[in-house]
C-alpha cells in the first residue's frame, strides 16, 4: 500500500517530515574561448561521493572557518515553501567536486506550483574556482522534467542529479534519455536514448533518481513510464514499465525491466498485497489497532491491489566493488510490497530480498501496549496484542518505499548493504535494512526515512553514520482519535552505529529556543566523513557541524549560514581539497578555512 492512503492524508504527514520541517544543450555562458580546462579526476562524482554511496572522502576536511560561497541555484525557494505550508519539499543533487571544479544543478524558468512544476528548467552549471572565487563557466539546460505531482509525490519534487565519470559529465534528459556533456564548454557530445526502436511513449517516461557511475565508467539509473488518463492521478493507474538502464563509456546502452529483476514479486494484478486496518473503512472507529476481533490471532489486516514491480522515485543505484548492482523495489500500488535487489554486471538478476514482515520491534517494544486500566492511552497497542507486531497490520513490521524519500542502498566495506525505508508504529521514522551480499536478513535499525547513511572505515572494521531524528507525528494512526496523538518534537541526533547496527554515540542537537524546546532536525539525506573519520551535517538551526571520533559528544567546529525554518533535507560534499560543500534554503555554501 502507499504509506498514506484515504485518511492517512499524505500530504499532512509528509509535510512534517518534509524537511527539517525543450531540447538540452543550452549553452548560456557561450563561446569556448578563454574557459578554463576542466579536470577529469572526479572526487564527489556522484550521490554518495562513490559507487558504494559511502560519503567518505581520502582527504582531511578544512576548518568550519569561514564561508568562501554562497551560490543560489533555486531561485524558486520562497514560492516552494509557501505552496507547501512553509515547507521546502524538493530534493536537491549533491554537489559534484573534481579538481578545481564544481558542478550543480541550476533551476530556472518559470515556477506555477506543485501541480505544474515542469515549467521549471533544470540544468547543471559548471563553477571553477579562480582567484579565491568560484566562478561559473557554463550552464548546460536540459529537457528533463520531473513526474508530474500527485498522490503518491503529494508536493515532494523529484531530483534531477548529474554524475561525473569518463571525462563528461551525465545529465539527466527527457524520455528516458540522458546528455552526455563536454566539460570544457557545456555542450552535448552525445544525446544517449536507451529505448531507440522500444515500444515507450517519451512524454509519458521519466528519468526517475540520480545517475550513478561504477569505477569502470558505466552508468546507471532508473526509468519509469507512467499511465496517464484524463483527470486522474499517475498514481492510481498502474506504470506501463520501469528499469533499470546500462550506459557503456561508449555509449553503448542496455535495459531490464524490474519485472525480470524481481520474479518472485505478486503480479501486477494480483490482490494479495499486504494492506492495513485503514483498509477496514471505518474512519479509524476500531481503534485502538489490533482491533479487538483479531487480538489473540493471526488474523491480519485486508489485502489489496499490488501493481507492477517499479523503483522508488528519486533512488540511486548502488555499485559494489565486484560489479553488483544495487537497487529497490515496490509494487507500484503498495510500498509494503518491497524488496532489496541485487543485479550482475550484465543486468541478469541476481536476488531480490523481500522487506516485507521483517521487523519484531512493534506493540510491547516501540509502541506501548495499552494497560486494562487505560484501554484508549494514546499511541498504544490495544490490550492483549502480540509482542511485536505492526499494529496498523497485526503481522511482523514491514520497510515500506514511498516516492517522497531519497534513500538509496550503500555498499559497508564488508560487503553487506544497508537501505533505508519508512515505517508508521515509530513515528515515521523508518527503518534501516541490513542484509549481507547473499541477500540474508542480517537485521534493522529503527531509523530510515529519507536517509542514505555515511561510512567510516577504520582498522578492520566501519562504523555508519545517520541522521536520527524524533518526528512530532502521531505513532501508528492518522484520525481524529484519542489513540492519534502527536508526539512532541524530538529529540535529533546524529547516530553512529558500529557494523553491526550497535549504537557507538549519538549527538543531540541542543539548539534551544521557545519554539525548539528540544532543539532542531538535522537537515540532511545524507552526511559527509572524512579521512579522519570526522563528521559533516547541517542542521535546521542554520549551522553546519564538523564531529570528531575522539570527542563526539563536542563538535569539532560549527559556522552558521542560514537560519532557514522548512529548510529540505540535502545532501554535503567534500572538494579534492578539503573544502565542504552544504545547501541551505537553495543555496550553495562552501565553507572552509
Same mark, same amino acid.
Given at each position: 500500500?502507499?504509506?498514506?492512503?484515504?485518511?492517512?492524508?499524505?500530504?499532512?504527514?509528509?509535510?512534517?517530515?518534509?524537511?527539517? *520541517?525543450?531540447?538540452?544543450? &543550452?549553452?548560456?555562458?557561450? @563561446? %569556448?574561448?578563454?574557459? $578554463?580546462?576542466?579536470? +577529469? =579526476?572526479?572526487? /564527489?562524482?556522484?550521490?554518495?561521493?562513490?559507487?558504494?554511496?559511502?560519503?567518505?572522502?581520502?582527504?582531511?576536511?578544512?576548518?568550519?572557518?569561514?564561508?568562501?560561497a554562497?551560490?543560489?541555484?533555486?531561485?524558486?525557494v520562497?514560492?516552494?515553501?509557501?505552496?507547501?505550508?512553509?515547507?521546502?519539499?524538493?530534493?536537491?543533487?549533491?554537489?559534484?567536486?573534481? *579538481?578545481?571544479?564544481?558542478? &550543480?544543478?541550476?533551476?530556472? @524558468? %518559470?515556477?506555477?506550483? $506543485?501541480?505544474?512544476? +515542469? =515549467?521549471?528548467? /533544470?540544468?547543471?552549471?559548471?563553477?571553477?574556482?579562480?582567484?579565491?572565487?568560484?566562478?561559473?563557466?557554463?550552464?548546460?539546460?536540459?529537457?528533463?522534467?520531473?513526474?508530474?505531482?500527485?498522490?503518491?509525490?503529494?508536493?515532494?519534487?523529484?531530483?534531477?542529479?548529474?554524475?561525473?565519470?569518463?571525462?563528461?559529465?551525465?545529465?539527466?534528459?527527457?524520455?528516458?534519455?540522458?546528455?552526455?556533456?563536454?566539460?570544457?564548454?557545456?555542450?552535448?557530445?552525445?544525446?544517449?536514448?536507451?529505448?531507440?526502436?522500444?515500444?515507450?511513449?517519451?512524454?509519458?517516461?521519466?528519468?526517475?533518481?540520480p545517475?550513478?557511475?561504477?569505477?569502470?565508467?558505466?552508468?546507471?539509473?532508473?526509468?519509469?513510464?507512467?499511465?496517464?488518463?484524463?483527470?486522474?492521478?499517475w498514481?492510481?493507474?498502474?506504470?506501463?514499465?520501469?528499469?533499470?538502464?546500462?550506459?557503456?563509456?561508449?555509449?553503448?546502452t542496455?535495459?531490464?525491466?524490474?519485472?525480470?529483476?524481481v520474479?518472485?514479486?505478486?503480479?501486477?494484478?494480483?490482490?494479495?498485497?499486504?494492506?492495513?486496518?485503514?483498509?477496514?473503512?471505518?474512519?479509524?472507529a476500531?481503534?485502538?489497532?489490533?482491533?479487538?476481533?483479531?487480538?489473540?490471532?493471526?488474523q491480519?489486516?485486508?489485502?489489496?491491489?499490488?501493481?507492477?514491480?517499479?523503483?522508488?522515485?528519486?533512488?540511486?543505484?548502488?555499485?559494489?566493488?565486484?560489479?553488483?548492482?544495487?537497487?529497490?523495489?515496490?509494487?507500484?500500488?503498495?510500498?509494503?510490497?518491497?524488496?532489496?535487489?541485487?543485479?550482475?554486471?550484465?543486468?541478469?538478476?541476481?536476488?531480490?530480498?523481500?522487506?516485507?514482515?521483517?521487523?519484531?520491534?512493534?506493540?510491547?517494544?516501540?509502541?506501548?501496549?495499552?494497560?486494562?486500566?487505560?484501554p484508549?492511552?494514546?499511541?498504544?497497542?490495544?490490550?492483549?496484542?502480540?509482542?511485536g507486531?505492526?499494529?496498523?497490520?497485526?503481522?511482523?513490521?514491514?520497510?515500506?518505499?514511498?516516492?517522497?524519500?531519497?534513500?538509496?542502498?550503500?555498499?559497508?566495506?564488508?560487503?553487506?548493504?544497508?537501505?533505508?525505508?519508512?515505517?508508521?508504529?515509530?513515528?515515521?521514522?523508518?527503518?534501516?535494512?541490513?542484509?549481507?551480499?547473499?541477500?540474508?536478513?542480517?537485521?534493522?535499525?529503527?531509523?530510515?526515512?529519507?536517509?542514505?547513511?555515511?561510512?567510516?572505515?577504520?582498522g578492520?572494521?566501519?562504523?555508519?553514520?545517520l541522521?536520527?531524528?524524533?518526528?512530532?507525528?502521531?505513532?501508528?494512526?492518522?484520525y481524529?482519535?484519542?489513540?492519534?496523538?502527536?508526539?512532541?518534537?524530538?529529540?535529533?541526533?546524529?547516530?553512529?552505529?558500529?557494523?553491526?547496527?550497535?549504537?557507538?554515540?549519538?549527538?543531540?542537537?541542543a539548539?534551544?529556543?521557545?519554539?525548539?524546546?528540544?532543539?532542531?532536525?538535522?537537515?540532511?539525506?545524507?552526511?559527509?566523513?572524512?579521512?579522519?573519520?570526522?563528521?559533516?551535517?547541517?542542521?535546521?538551526?542554520?549551522?553546519?557541524?564538523?564531529?570528531?571520533?575522539?570527542?563526539?559528544?563536542?563538535?569539532?567546529?560549527?559556522?552558521?549560514?542560514?537560519?532557514?525554518?522548512?529548510?529540505?533535507?540535502?545532501?554535503?560534499?567534500?572538494?579534492?581539497?578539503?573544502?565542504?560543500?552544504?545547501?541551505?534554503?537553495?543555496?550553495?555554501?562552501?565553507?572552509?578555512?
Open positions: 500500500m502507499r504509506i498514506i492512503t484515504g485518511i492517512l492524508a499524505e500530504a499532512l504527514i509528509f509535510a512534517m517530515l518534509a524537511s527539517c *520541517g525543450g531540447s538540452g544543450g &543550452m549553452n548560456s555562458i557561450g @563561446g %569556448t574561448g578563454g574557459k $578554463p580546462q576542466p579536470s +577529469n =579526476t572526479p572526487f /564527489w562524482g556522484q550521490w554518495g561521493a562513490n559507487p558504494q554511496h559511502t560519503g567518505m572522502v581520502g582527504v582531511t576536511g578544512q576548518n568550519l572557518t569561514a564561508q568562501a554562497n551560490i543560489v541555484y533555486d531561485p524558486f520562497s514560492q516552494e515553501q509557501a505552496a507547501n505550508g512553509g515547507e521546502l519539499v524538493v530534493h536537491y543533487q549533491a554537489p559534484i567536486t573534481d *579538481g578545481n571544479d564544481v558542478y &550543480m544543478v541550476a533551476k530556472s @524558468g %518559470t515556477y506555477s506550483g $506543485p501541480s505544474s512544476w +515542469n =515549467t521549471q528548467i /533544470w540544468g547543471e552549471n559548471r563553477y571553477t574556482w579562480e582567484n579565491g572565487s568560484l566562478t561559473q563557466i557554463w550552464n548546460f539546460q536540459s529537457d528533463w522534467k520531473p513526474e508530474p505531482n500527485g498522490a503518491d509525490l503529494s508536493g515532494w519534487e523529484p531530483v534531477f542529479h548529474a554524475a561525473d565519470a569518463n571525462g563528461f559529465i551525465y545529465v539527466p534528459g527527457a524520455g528516458g534519455t540522458i546528455w552526455k556533456v563536454n566539460k570544457t564548454d557545456g555542450t552535448s557530445a552525445s544525446h544517449i536514448n536507451p529505448f531507440s526502436g522500444m515500444n515507450v511513449t517519451p512524454a509519458d517516461t521519466y528519468v526517475s533518481g545517475l550513478s557511475a561504477d569505477s569502470q565508467g558505466n552508468i546507471y539509473f532508473n526509468v519509469i513510464e507512467l499511465a496517464f488518463q484524463p483527470a486522474a492521478d498514481a492510481l493507474n498502474d506504470v506501463q514499465g520501469a528499469w533499470l538502464v546500462k550506459v557503456s563509456p561508449s555509449d553503448t542496455s535495459v531490464v525491466s524490474y519485472s525480470m529483476l520474479p518472485a514479486a505478486p503480479l501486477a494484478t494480483s490482490t494479495t498485497c499486504p494492506g492495513t486496518f485503514d483498509n477496514l473503512g471505518d474512519n479509524g476500531s481503534l485502538p489497532w489490533p482491533p479487538a476481533n483479531v487480538v489473540g490471532t493471526n491480519v489486516a485486508p489485502t489489496e491491489a499490488c501493481g507492477s514491480q517499479r523503483p522508488g522515485i528519486n533512488l540511486a543505484p548502488a555499485i559494489a566493488p565486484d560489479g553488483t548492482i544495487y537497487t529497490a523495489s515496490m509494487s507500484h500500488f503498495d510500498g509494503m510490497s518491497a524488496y532489496l535487489v541485487a543485479v550482475n554486471s550484465n543486468l541478469t538478476p541476481k536476488w531480490a530480498a523481500s522487506l516485507q514482515s521483517r521487523l519484531s520491534d512493534g506493540c510491547g517494544v516501540l509502541v506501548a501496549i495499552a494497560p486494562v486500566n487505560n484508549n492511552q494514546p499511541n498504544s497497542c490495544r490490550n492483549g496484542a502480540t509482542q507486531v505492526d499494529p496498523r497490520t497485526n503481522a511482523a513490521g514491514s520497510g515500506e518505499i514511498v516516492d517522497q524519500a531519497s534513500s538509496s542502498p550503500t555498499v559497508l566495506p564488508d560487503g553487506t548493504v544497508v537501505f533505508g525505508t519508512i515505517t508508521s508504529y515509530n513515528a515515521l521514522r523508518g527503518h534501516l535494512f541490513h542484509f549481507d551480499a547473499n541477500g540474508n536478513y542480517l537485521g534493522a535499525y529503527d531509523f530510515g526515512w529519507d536517509t542514505t547513511p555515511a561510512v567510516y572505515a577504520h578492520a572494521t566501519f562504523s555508519i553514520v541522521k536520527d531524528n524524533h518526528y512530532d507525528a502521531q505513532q501508528y494512526c492518522f481524529n482519535n484519542v489513540i492519534c496523538q502527536a508526539l512532541p518534537p524530538g529529540p535529533y541526533y546524529i547516530t553512529q552505529l558500529d557494523a553491526n547496527l550497535n549504537v557507538e554515540w549519538k549527538f543531540q542537537n539548539t534551544i529556543d521557545a519554539n525548539h524546546p528540544n532543539g532542531y532536525e538535522w537537515c540532511i539525506n545524507m552526511p559527509a566523513v572524512d579521512m579522519n573519520g570526522n563528521v559533516y551535517v547541517n542542521s535546521e538551526d542554520g549551522n553546519i557541524y564538523e564531529f570528531s571520533q575522539a570527542n563526539p559528544a563536542i563538535p569539532l567546529g560549527n559556522l552558521f549560514l542560514n537560519l532557514a525554518i522548512g529548510a529540505a533535507y540535502t545532501p554535503l560534499s567534500i572538494g579534492a581539497d578539503g573544502k565542504l560543500y552544504t545547501q541551505n534554503d537553495g543555496h550553495l555554501f562552501v565553507v572552509g578555512n
